[in-house]
């Protein structure tokens, strides 16, 4: 299925201190207020809701202010799109591969525009805790990134594992930047 659907105006950015989930679905836009514990809690939506996430979804970053985050469902994964601010850029870049359970650079988890500028400025990647599929909170954790409380896995503010028993960084979905201002999931 190619449908794809642009992110409404309103409800789709979230203030990440609400931890709720947004789920955009092709076609459609539902708001649960699920609480951003575990990926089950994702599952338990049932089919319905991965089949109306199939396809791509077009999501606007204008609409995203510095500091917040969209979380939104596709093809059945929490996507989330953070809009960082200079010190979460900062200190994602600052990391030494080296030293990293899994070494990848914040560039090499970045996607370039139609410019073929990398906008380190946008983080997107599938909200997904490595480990055994928690779905990590925002803004928490020992390295500012996001916190798996399932068994205590810290993620950076580049969604790179940095503590905890996660093995791999959250995985980066296929995306495209379809102008300057929007970006293409799927
Ligand atoms: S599922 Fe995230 S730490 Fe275990």
């Known amino acids: 299925m190619s449908e794809s659907s642009t992110m409404p105006a309103d409800t789709d950015v979230e203030d990440s201190s609400k931890r709720d989930f947004i789920f955009l679905a092709t076609g459609a836009t539902a708001a649960a207020g699920v609480a951003a514990v575990g990926w089950p809690l994702v599952a338990q939506m049932g089919k319905a809701a991965d089949t109306l996430a199939a396809g791509s979804i077009e999501i606007d970053l204008t609409k995203i202010a510095q ?36 070494p990848q650079t914040d560039e090499e988890r970045l996607t370039p ?35 798996c409380p399932c068994h205590a896995s810290h993620y950076d503010t580049s969604g790179r594992i940095r503590k905890g028993p996660a093995p791999k ?16 999931v799927g």
């Not at 985050?69 to 601010?85: D, I, N, S």
């Open 67 to 102: 500091g917040q985050q969209l979380k939104m469902l596709w093809r059945g994964k929490p996507v989330f799109v953070r809009h960082r601010t200079a010190a979460e850029i900062e200190k994602a870049a600052a990391a030494d591969p080296a030293d990293l359970k899994d």
């Open 169 to 184: 960084n959250m995985a980066i979905p296929p995306y495209s930047f379809v102008t300057d201002s929007v970006i293409k």
């Open 113 to 147: 525009d139609t410019s073929g500028n990398l906008r380190p400025e946008f983080l997107v990647m599938v909200g997904v805790c490595t480990h055994f599929g928690c779905v990590p909170v925002g803004e928490a954790g020992e390295f500012d990134g996001w916190y």
